[in-house]
C-alpha cells in the first residue's frame, strides 16, 4: 500500500505543477471524485483527456525536429484560452512570440521557423464545446547540426579606419545558399548611406557603398547566421553586432612612372613623398588598393609569394599590406637613396626610403604616423593590368552597376 500511495502522491504532485500554471482550482478535469450520475474517473461521461482535445506539434517528447517543421496548437471545439512556448537555448530561456486565432481554434508562432539544438515547451489552457477547461504540458528538441559556418568580419569591432574600408565576410566553408546568407546579414551607416553587397565566389561577401565613406560615418554590421542554412546541412552560428566608425579621408596616388606618392588629407595635399615602384620585369599593380594590415617590421621572404630566392628580408621597416597576394607598401633601407624618386627597382611593392630599425622622420616612418587601416592607395602609370577586385579588398576598381550584379539577392 505504501507504494501505491507513493506513486499516487507523485502523479498528484505532477498534474498539481501544470494546474498550478494553467490557474486552474480543485474543479478542473481529471480533479471530480464519482459522483451519483456515474460521471467520474472510470464512468461513461469522463470528459476527454487534454492529449484528445488540445493538440500540439510535434508529439510530445519528439526529439530531433527539423527547424521547418511546423509547431501549432489547436482545438477541434471551444477555444484555447492561453498558450504559452519557451525555447530554451545556449543556458538561455525565451519566450516565443504568437497569436491564437480569430476563432480561438489555432495557435502559431511569430516565426516560422524553429531554432536548432533548442528545446522547447509548451503549455497551453482551453475549454472545450462544454465550456470545461484542461490543460497539456509537452516538449520536444530540435536538430543538433553536426557542420556550422561562421563568418570572418573585416574590419575589427570597434575600429576607427580610413574611407576606404569594405566590409569583408570570410566564410570557414562554401556557401551555396548565398541568398539567405546575404539576407542574414545587415550593414546600416550613419549618416545613412546605400550600401550593396557583392559575392567573390562562395566564400566571401563584401559590402561598401557607391563612393568612400564620408568621414565620421559610423557603420554598424549585424550577422544573424544563427540557424541559417548556408549549405546542405550546414547552418550558421553567429548572431552578432560589429560597429566602426570612419575617420578623416585620406587617399595616397603613386605615380609608378614618376616615381611619386601625392599624400591628400581631406582633399588637400600633404606631401609629395619619392617612391621606387615595380622593376620592369616585376611590376606593379595598378588600380585603387586599402591597407589592411600594418606592422612595424616584418619579415618579407620571395619564396612565399611566387618567387624564387631573391630576397629574404627578416626586418623590413613600417609594411602596410595592400594585397592578399603579396603587395606592400613599406619602408627600404637597403636600396641607395639614389633610387627613390628616380627609378623603379622593387619585386612589385612601393618602397619609401626608412633606415634599418624603421626611422620615425624618414618617408616611410612619417607616412606610417600618418595612415590608417582602411586608407586608399592607387597605383597609376605602371606597366601592370588592374588589380584584380578580389584581391586584399580591391572591391573599388568594380563600377557601381558591376558592384551591384554581385549581389545572390534579385532586387527589385
Known sequence: MRHVQGRARRAGAALAAVLTWA???AGAVGCTGDTPGGIGMGGLGKPPGPEEHIRITPDDGTRGVRPDEKLRVRVPGGRLERVRVVRSQDARETPVPGRISADGLRWEPAEDRLALAARYTVDVVALDGHGRRSARHTTFTTHVPEERFIGYVTPENRATVGTGMIVSLEFNREITHRAAVERAVRVTASPAAEIRPHW???????FRP????????????????RDVEGAPGVYGLQDKTFTFTVGRSQVSVVDAARHTMRVRRDGELLATVPVT???????????????????????????TVGFGGEYDIPDVPH???????????????????????????????VGLRDVKGGGADTPAGW??????????????GSKDRKVAPDNGLGGWNLGWRAWK???AVKQR
Open 23 to 25: 490557474g486552474l482550482l
Open 405 to 407: 550584379a554581385g549581389s
Open 210 to 225: 557607391e563612393h568612400y565613406w564620408k568621414p565620421g560615418t559610423r557603420v554598424t554590421v549585424d550577422l544573424r547566421f
Open 367 to 380: 607616412f606610417f604616423d600618418r595612415s590608417l587601416i582602411g586608407d586608399v592607395v592607387e597605383v597609376v
Open 277 to 303: 615602384a615595380g622593376a620592369p620585369k616585376t611590376t606593379t599593380y595598378n588600380g585603387k588598393m586599402v591597407v589592411t594590415e600594418m606592422l612595424d617590421v616584418t619579415r618579407m621572404d620571395s619564396r
Open 200 to 206: 567573390f565566389g562562395r566564400d566571401r561577401l563584401d
Open 319 to 349: 609594411a602596410m599590406r595592400l594585397t592578399e597576394s603579396g603587395t606592400f607598401l613599406h619602408g627600404n633601407y637597403w636600396a641607395p637613396s639614389s633610387v627613390f624618386g628616380r627609378t623603379n627597382v622593387s619585386h612589385g611593392c
